[in-house]
């Protein structure tokens, strides 16, 4: 089966640097996407890598290795806004987005 | 620019009614979806459609119809409503390459008693 695992929640302090991995298994791979969900509301685009590396993008960053099965999102310089669900998915061989559970992020002051 | 919009926000159901929700998009986007998320559990396509008048299953289609008449909008309809169908809706779309970015409406809460 297909599948996406994510750790349930993580805690970080604000100013600080938190890395949130997610491992997948699926059938085929046509890209990774991270999306920041807030509570109660719709999740947005953060980042998609296809490629093997590290994309880098203002505070986040988010890195990709294909052999692994393996990606981490990077957030640099918490800030309080920061503080809800990362959503990692993986598009498979159908062109069909996978979706982790998510990470609830808490961010303490 | 609206993005993409959906109608109701919340609802309560009884088990046996039937209800339809309405997604609309400003986009122009070809591809849309409609997702239920239920806590601990990751976003769960239910069906997709890949332009006006297409229509096709996802993982979780059973219990749901949809249809794409339009191409800014795209219904899911609930013949006869479930407790287990109470669950936070969501509609996305995305420009023609299934690649692209797909985003997303404000959800729709269902509480089916």
Known sequence: ?109 | NAGVTQTPKFRVLKTGQSMTLLCAQDMNHEYMYWYRQDPGMGLRLIHYSVGEGTTAKGEVPDGYNVSRLKKQNFLLGLESAAPSQTSVYFCASSPRDPQETQYFGPGTRLLVL
């Open chain 1, 1 to 109: 089966g297909q599948n996406i695992d994510q750790p349930t929640e993580m805690t970080a302090t604000e100013g600080a640097i938190v890395q949130i991995n997610c491992t997948y298994q699926t059938s085929g791979f046509n890209g990774l996407f991270w999306y920041q969900q807030h509570a109660g509301e719709a999740p947005t685009f953060l980042s998609y890598n296809v490629l093997d590396g590290l994309e880098e993008k203002g505070r986040f960053s988010s890195f990709l290795s294909r052999s692994k099965g393996y990606s981490y999102l990077l957030l640099k310089e918490l800030q309080m806004k920061d503080s809800a669900s990362y959503l990692c998915a993986v598009m498979d061989s159908n062109y069909q987005l996978i979706w982790g559970a998510g990470t609830k992020l808490i961010i303490k002051p």
